[in-house]
C-alpha cells in the first residue's frame, strides 16, 4: 500500500467520522446516536493509550540520558524516572494511600505554584514590553492596564477611591467586549479548520507543511 493512498484513508477517515458527529448532534437520527457513543468511547481509548505511549517515550529520551550519563542532564532525568515510577505504582495500588497523598499534596503541588510563580516573571516582562507608551494607543493600554491591576490590589482604593470603581467599568464593559471579539474570531477559525478538515486540506495533523 502507497503512502500516498495510506494518507488519503486517514483523511477519508477523519471526514467520516466529524460528519458522524456532526449530523448526531444536530439531527435525532434512530441508531446514529449509538454511533457517536461508539465514537467518543473509541476517542478515550485511543486518547489513554497515546497517554500511555508519551510515557513509554518519556521513560525512553530520560532513560537514553542516564544511560549515556547525559552532562547537565542525567541526574535530573533519574530523578524523573524515579519519581515517576514511585508515584505511578502508589496511585495503581490506591490513590488514598497515605504517601501518595503527601506526595501530590506537598509536592506536586508546590510545584504547580512554583510554575505559577515562575510564570508571572515571563507575564510581568511581557506586560512591560507592551504597556510602552509608544503612541495614544499604547498609552490608553497602559492607563487602563495601570486602573485595573489597582483595582485588584486593596492599595487602590486607598489611592484613590474611585479606581476600583473605574477599574470595574473596564472589566465589564471594555474587556467583557474584547473577550467577545476574541471567541468570535476564534469560533470563526474552529468553523474554517472544521470546513478545511471535511474537505481534506487540512493536512497538519498527519504531519504535513500545509494543504495541496
Known amino acids: 500500500m502507497s503512502e500516498v493512498f495510506k494518507r488519503e484513508i486517514v483523511y477519508l477517515l477523519t471526514t467520516i467520522v466529524a460528519l458522524i ?87 506536586y503541588v508546590s510545584l504547580g505554584q512554583t510554575l505559577y510563580a515562575i510564570t508571572g516573571f515571563y507575564i510581568f516582562s511581557a506586560a512591560y514590553r507592551a504597556f510602552r507608551a509608544r503612541n495614544i494607543d499604547a498609552a490608553i493600554l497602559l492607563i487602563s492596564g495601570c486602573i485595573v491591576l489597582l483595582t485588584n490590589a486593596p492599595i487602590g482604593e486607598v489611592i484613590w477611591g474611585h479606581i476600583p470603581i473605574i477599574g470595574r467599568w473596564l472589566l465589564d464593559y471594555g474587556q467583557t467586549a474584547a473577550m467577545r471579539t476574541f471567541t468570535i474570531v476564534g469560533a470563526f477559525g474552529l468553523l474554517s479548520f472544521g470546513f478545511r478538515t471535511l474537505l481534506g486540506r487540512e493536512r497538519g495533523f498527519y504531519g504535513e507543511a500545509g494543504g495541496e
Do not use: C
Not at 22 to 49: N, Q, Y
Not at 52 to 70: D, P, S, W
Open 21 to 107: 458527529m456532526i449530523v448526531e448532534f444536530f439531527f435525532d437520527i434512530p441508531g446514529l446516536a449509538s454511533v457517536g457513543d461508539m465514537l467518543r468511547t473509541w476517542g478515550i481509548v485511543i486518547s489513554t493509550m497515546a497517554l500511555a505511549l508519551g510515557a513509554v517515550n518519556l521513560m525512553r529520551i530520560h532513560g537514553t540520558n542516564v544511560q549515556k550519563r547525559t552532562p547537565g542532564r542525567w541526574i535530573y532525568s533519574a530523578w524523573l524516572i524515579i519519581v515517576f515510577v514511585v508515584l505511578t505504582i502508589l496511585g495503581l495500588i490506591s490513590t488514598e494511600n497515605p504517601v501518595y497523598k503527601w506526595t501530590f499534596d506537598n509536592v
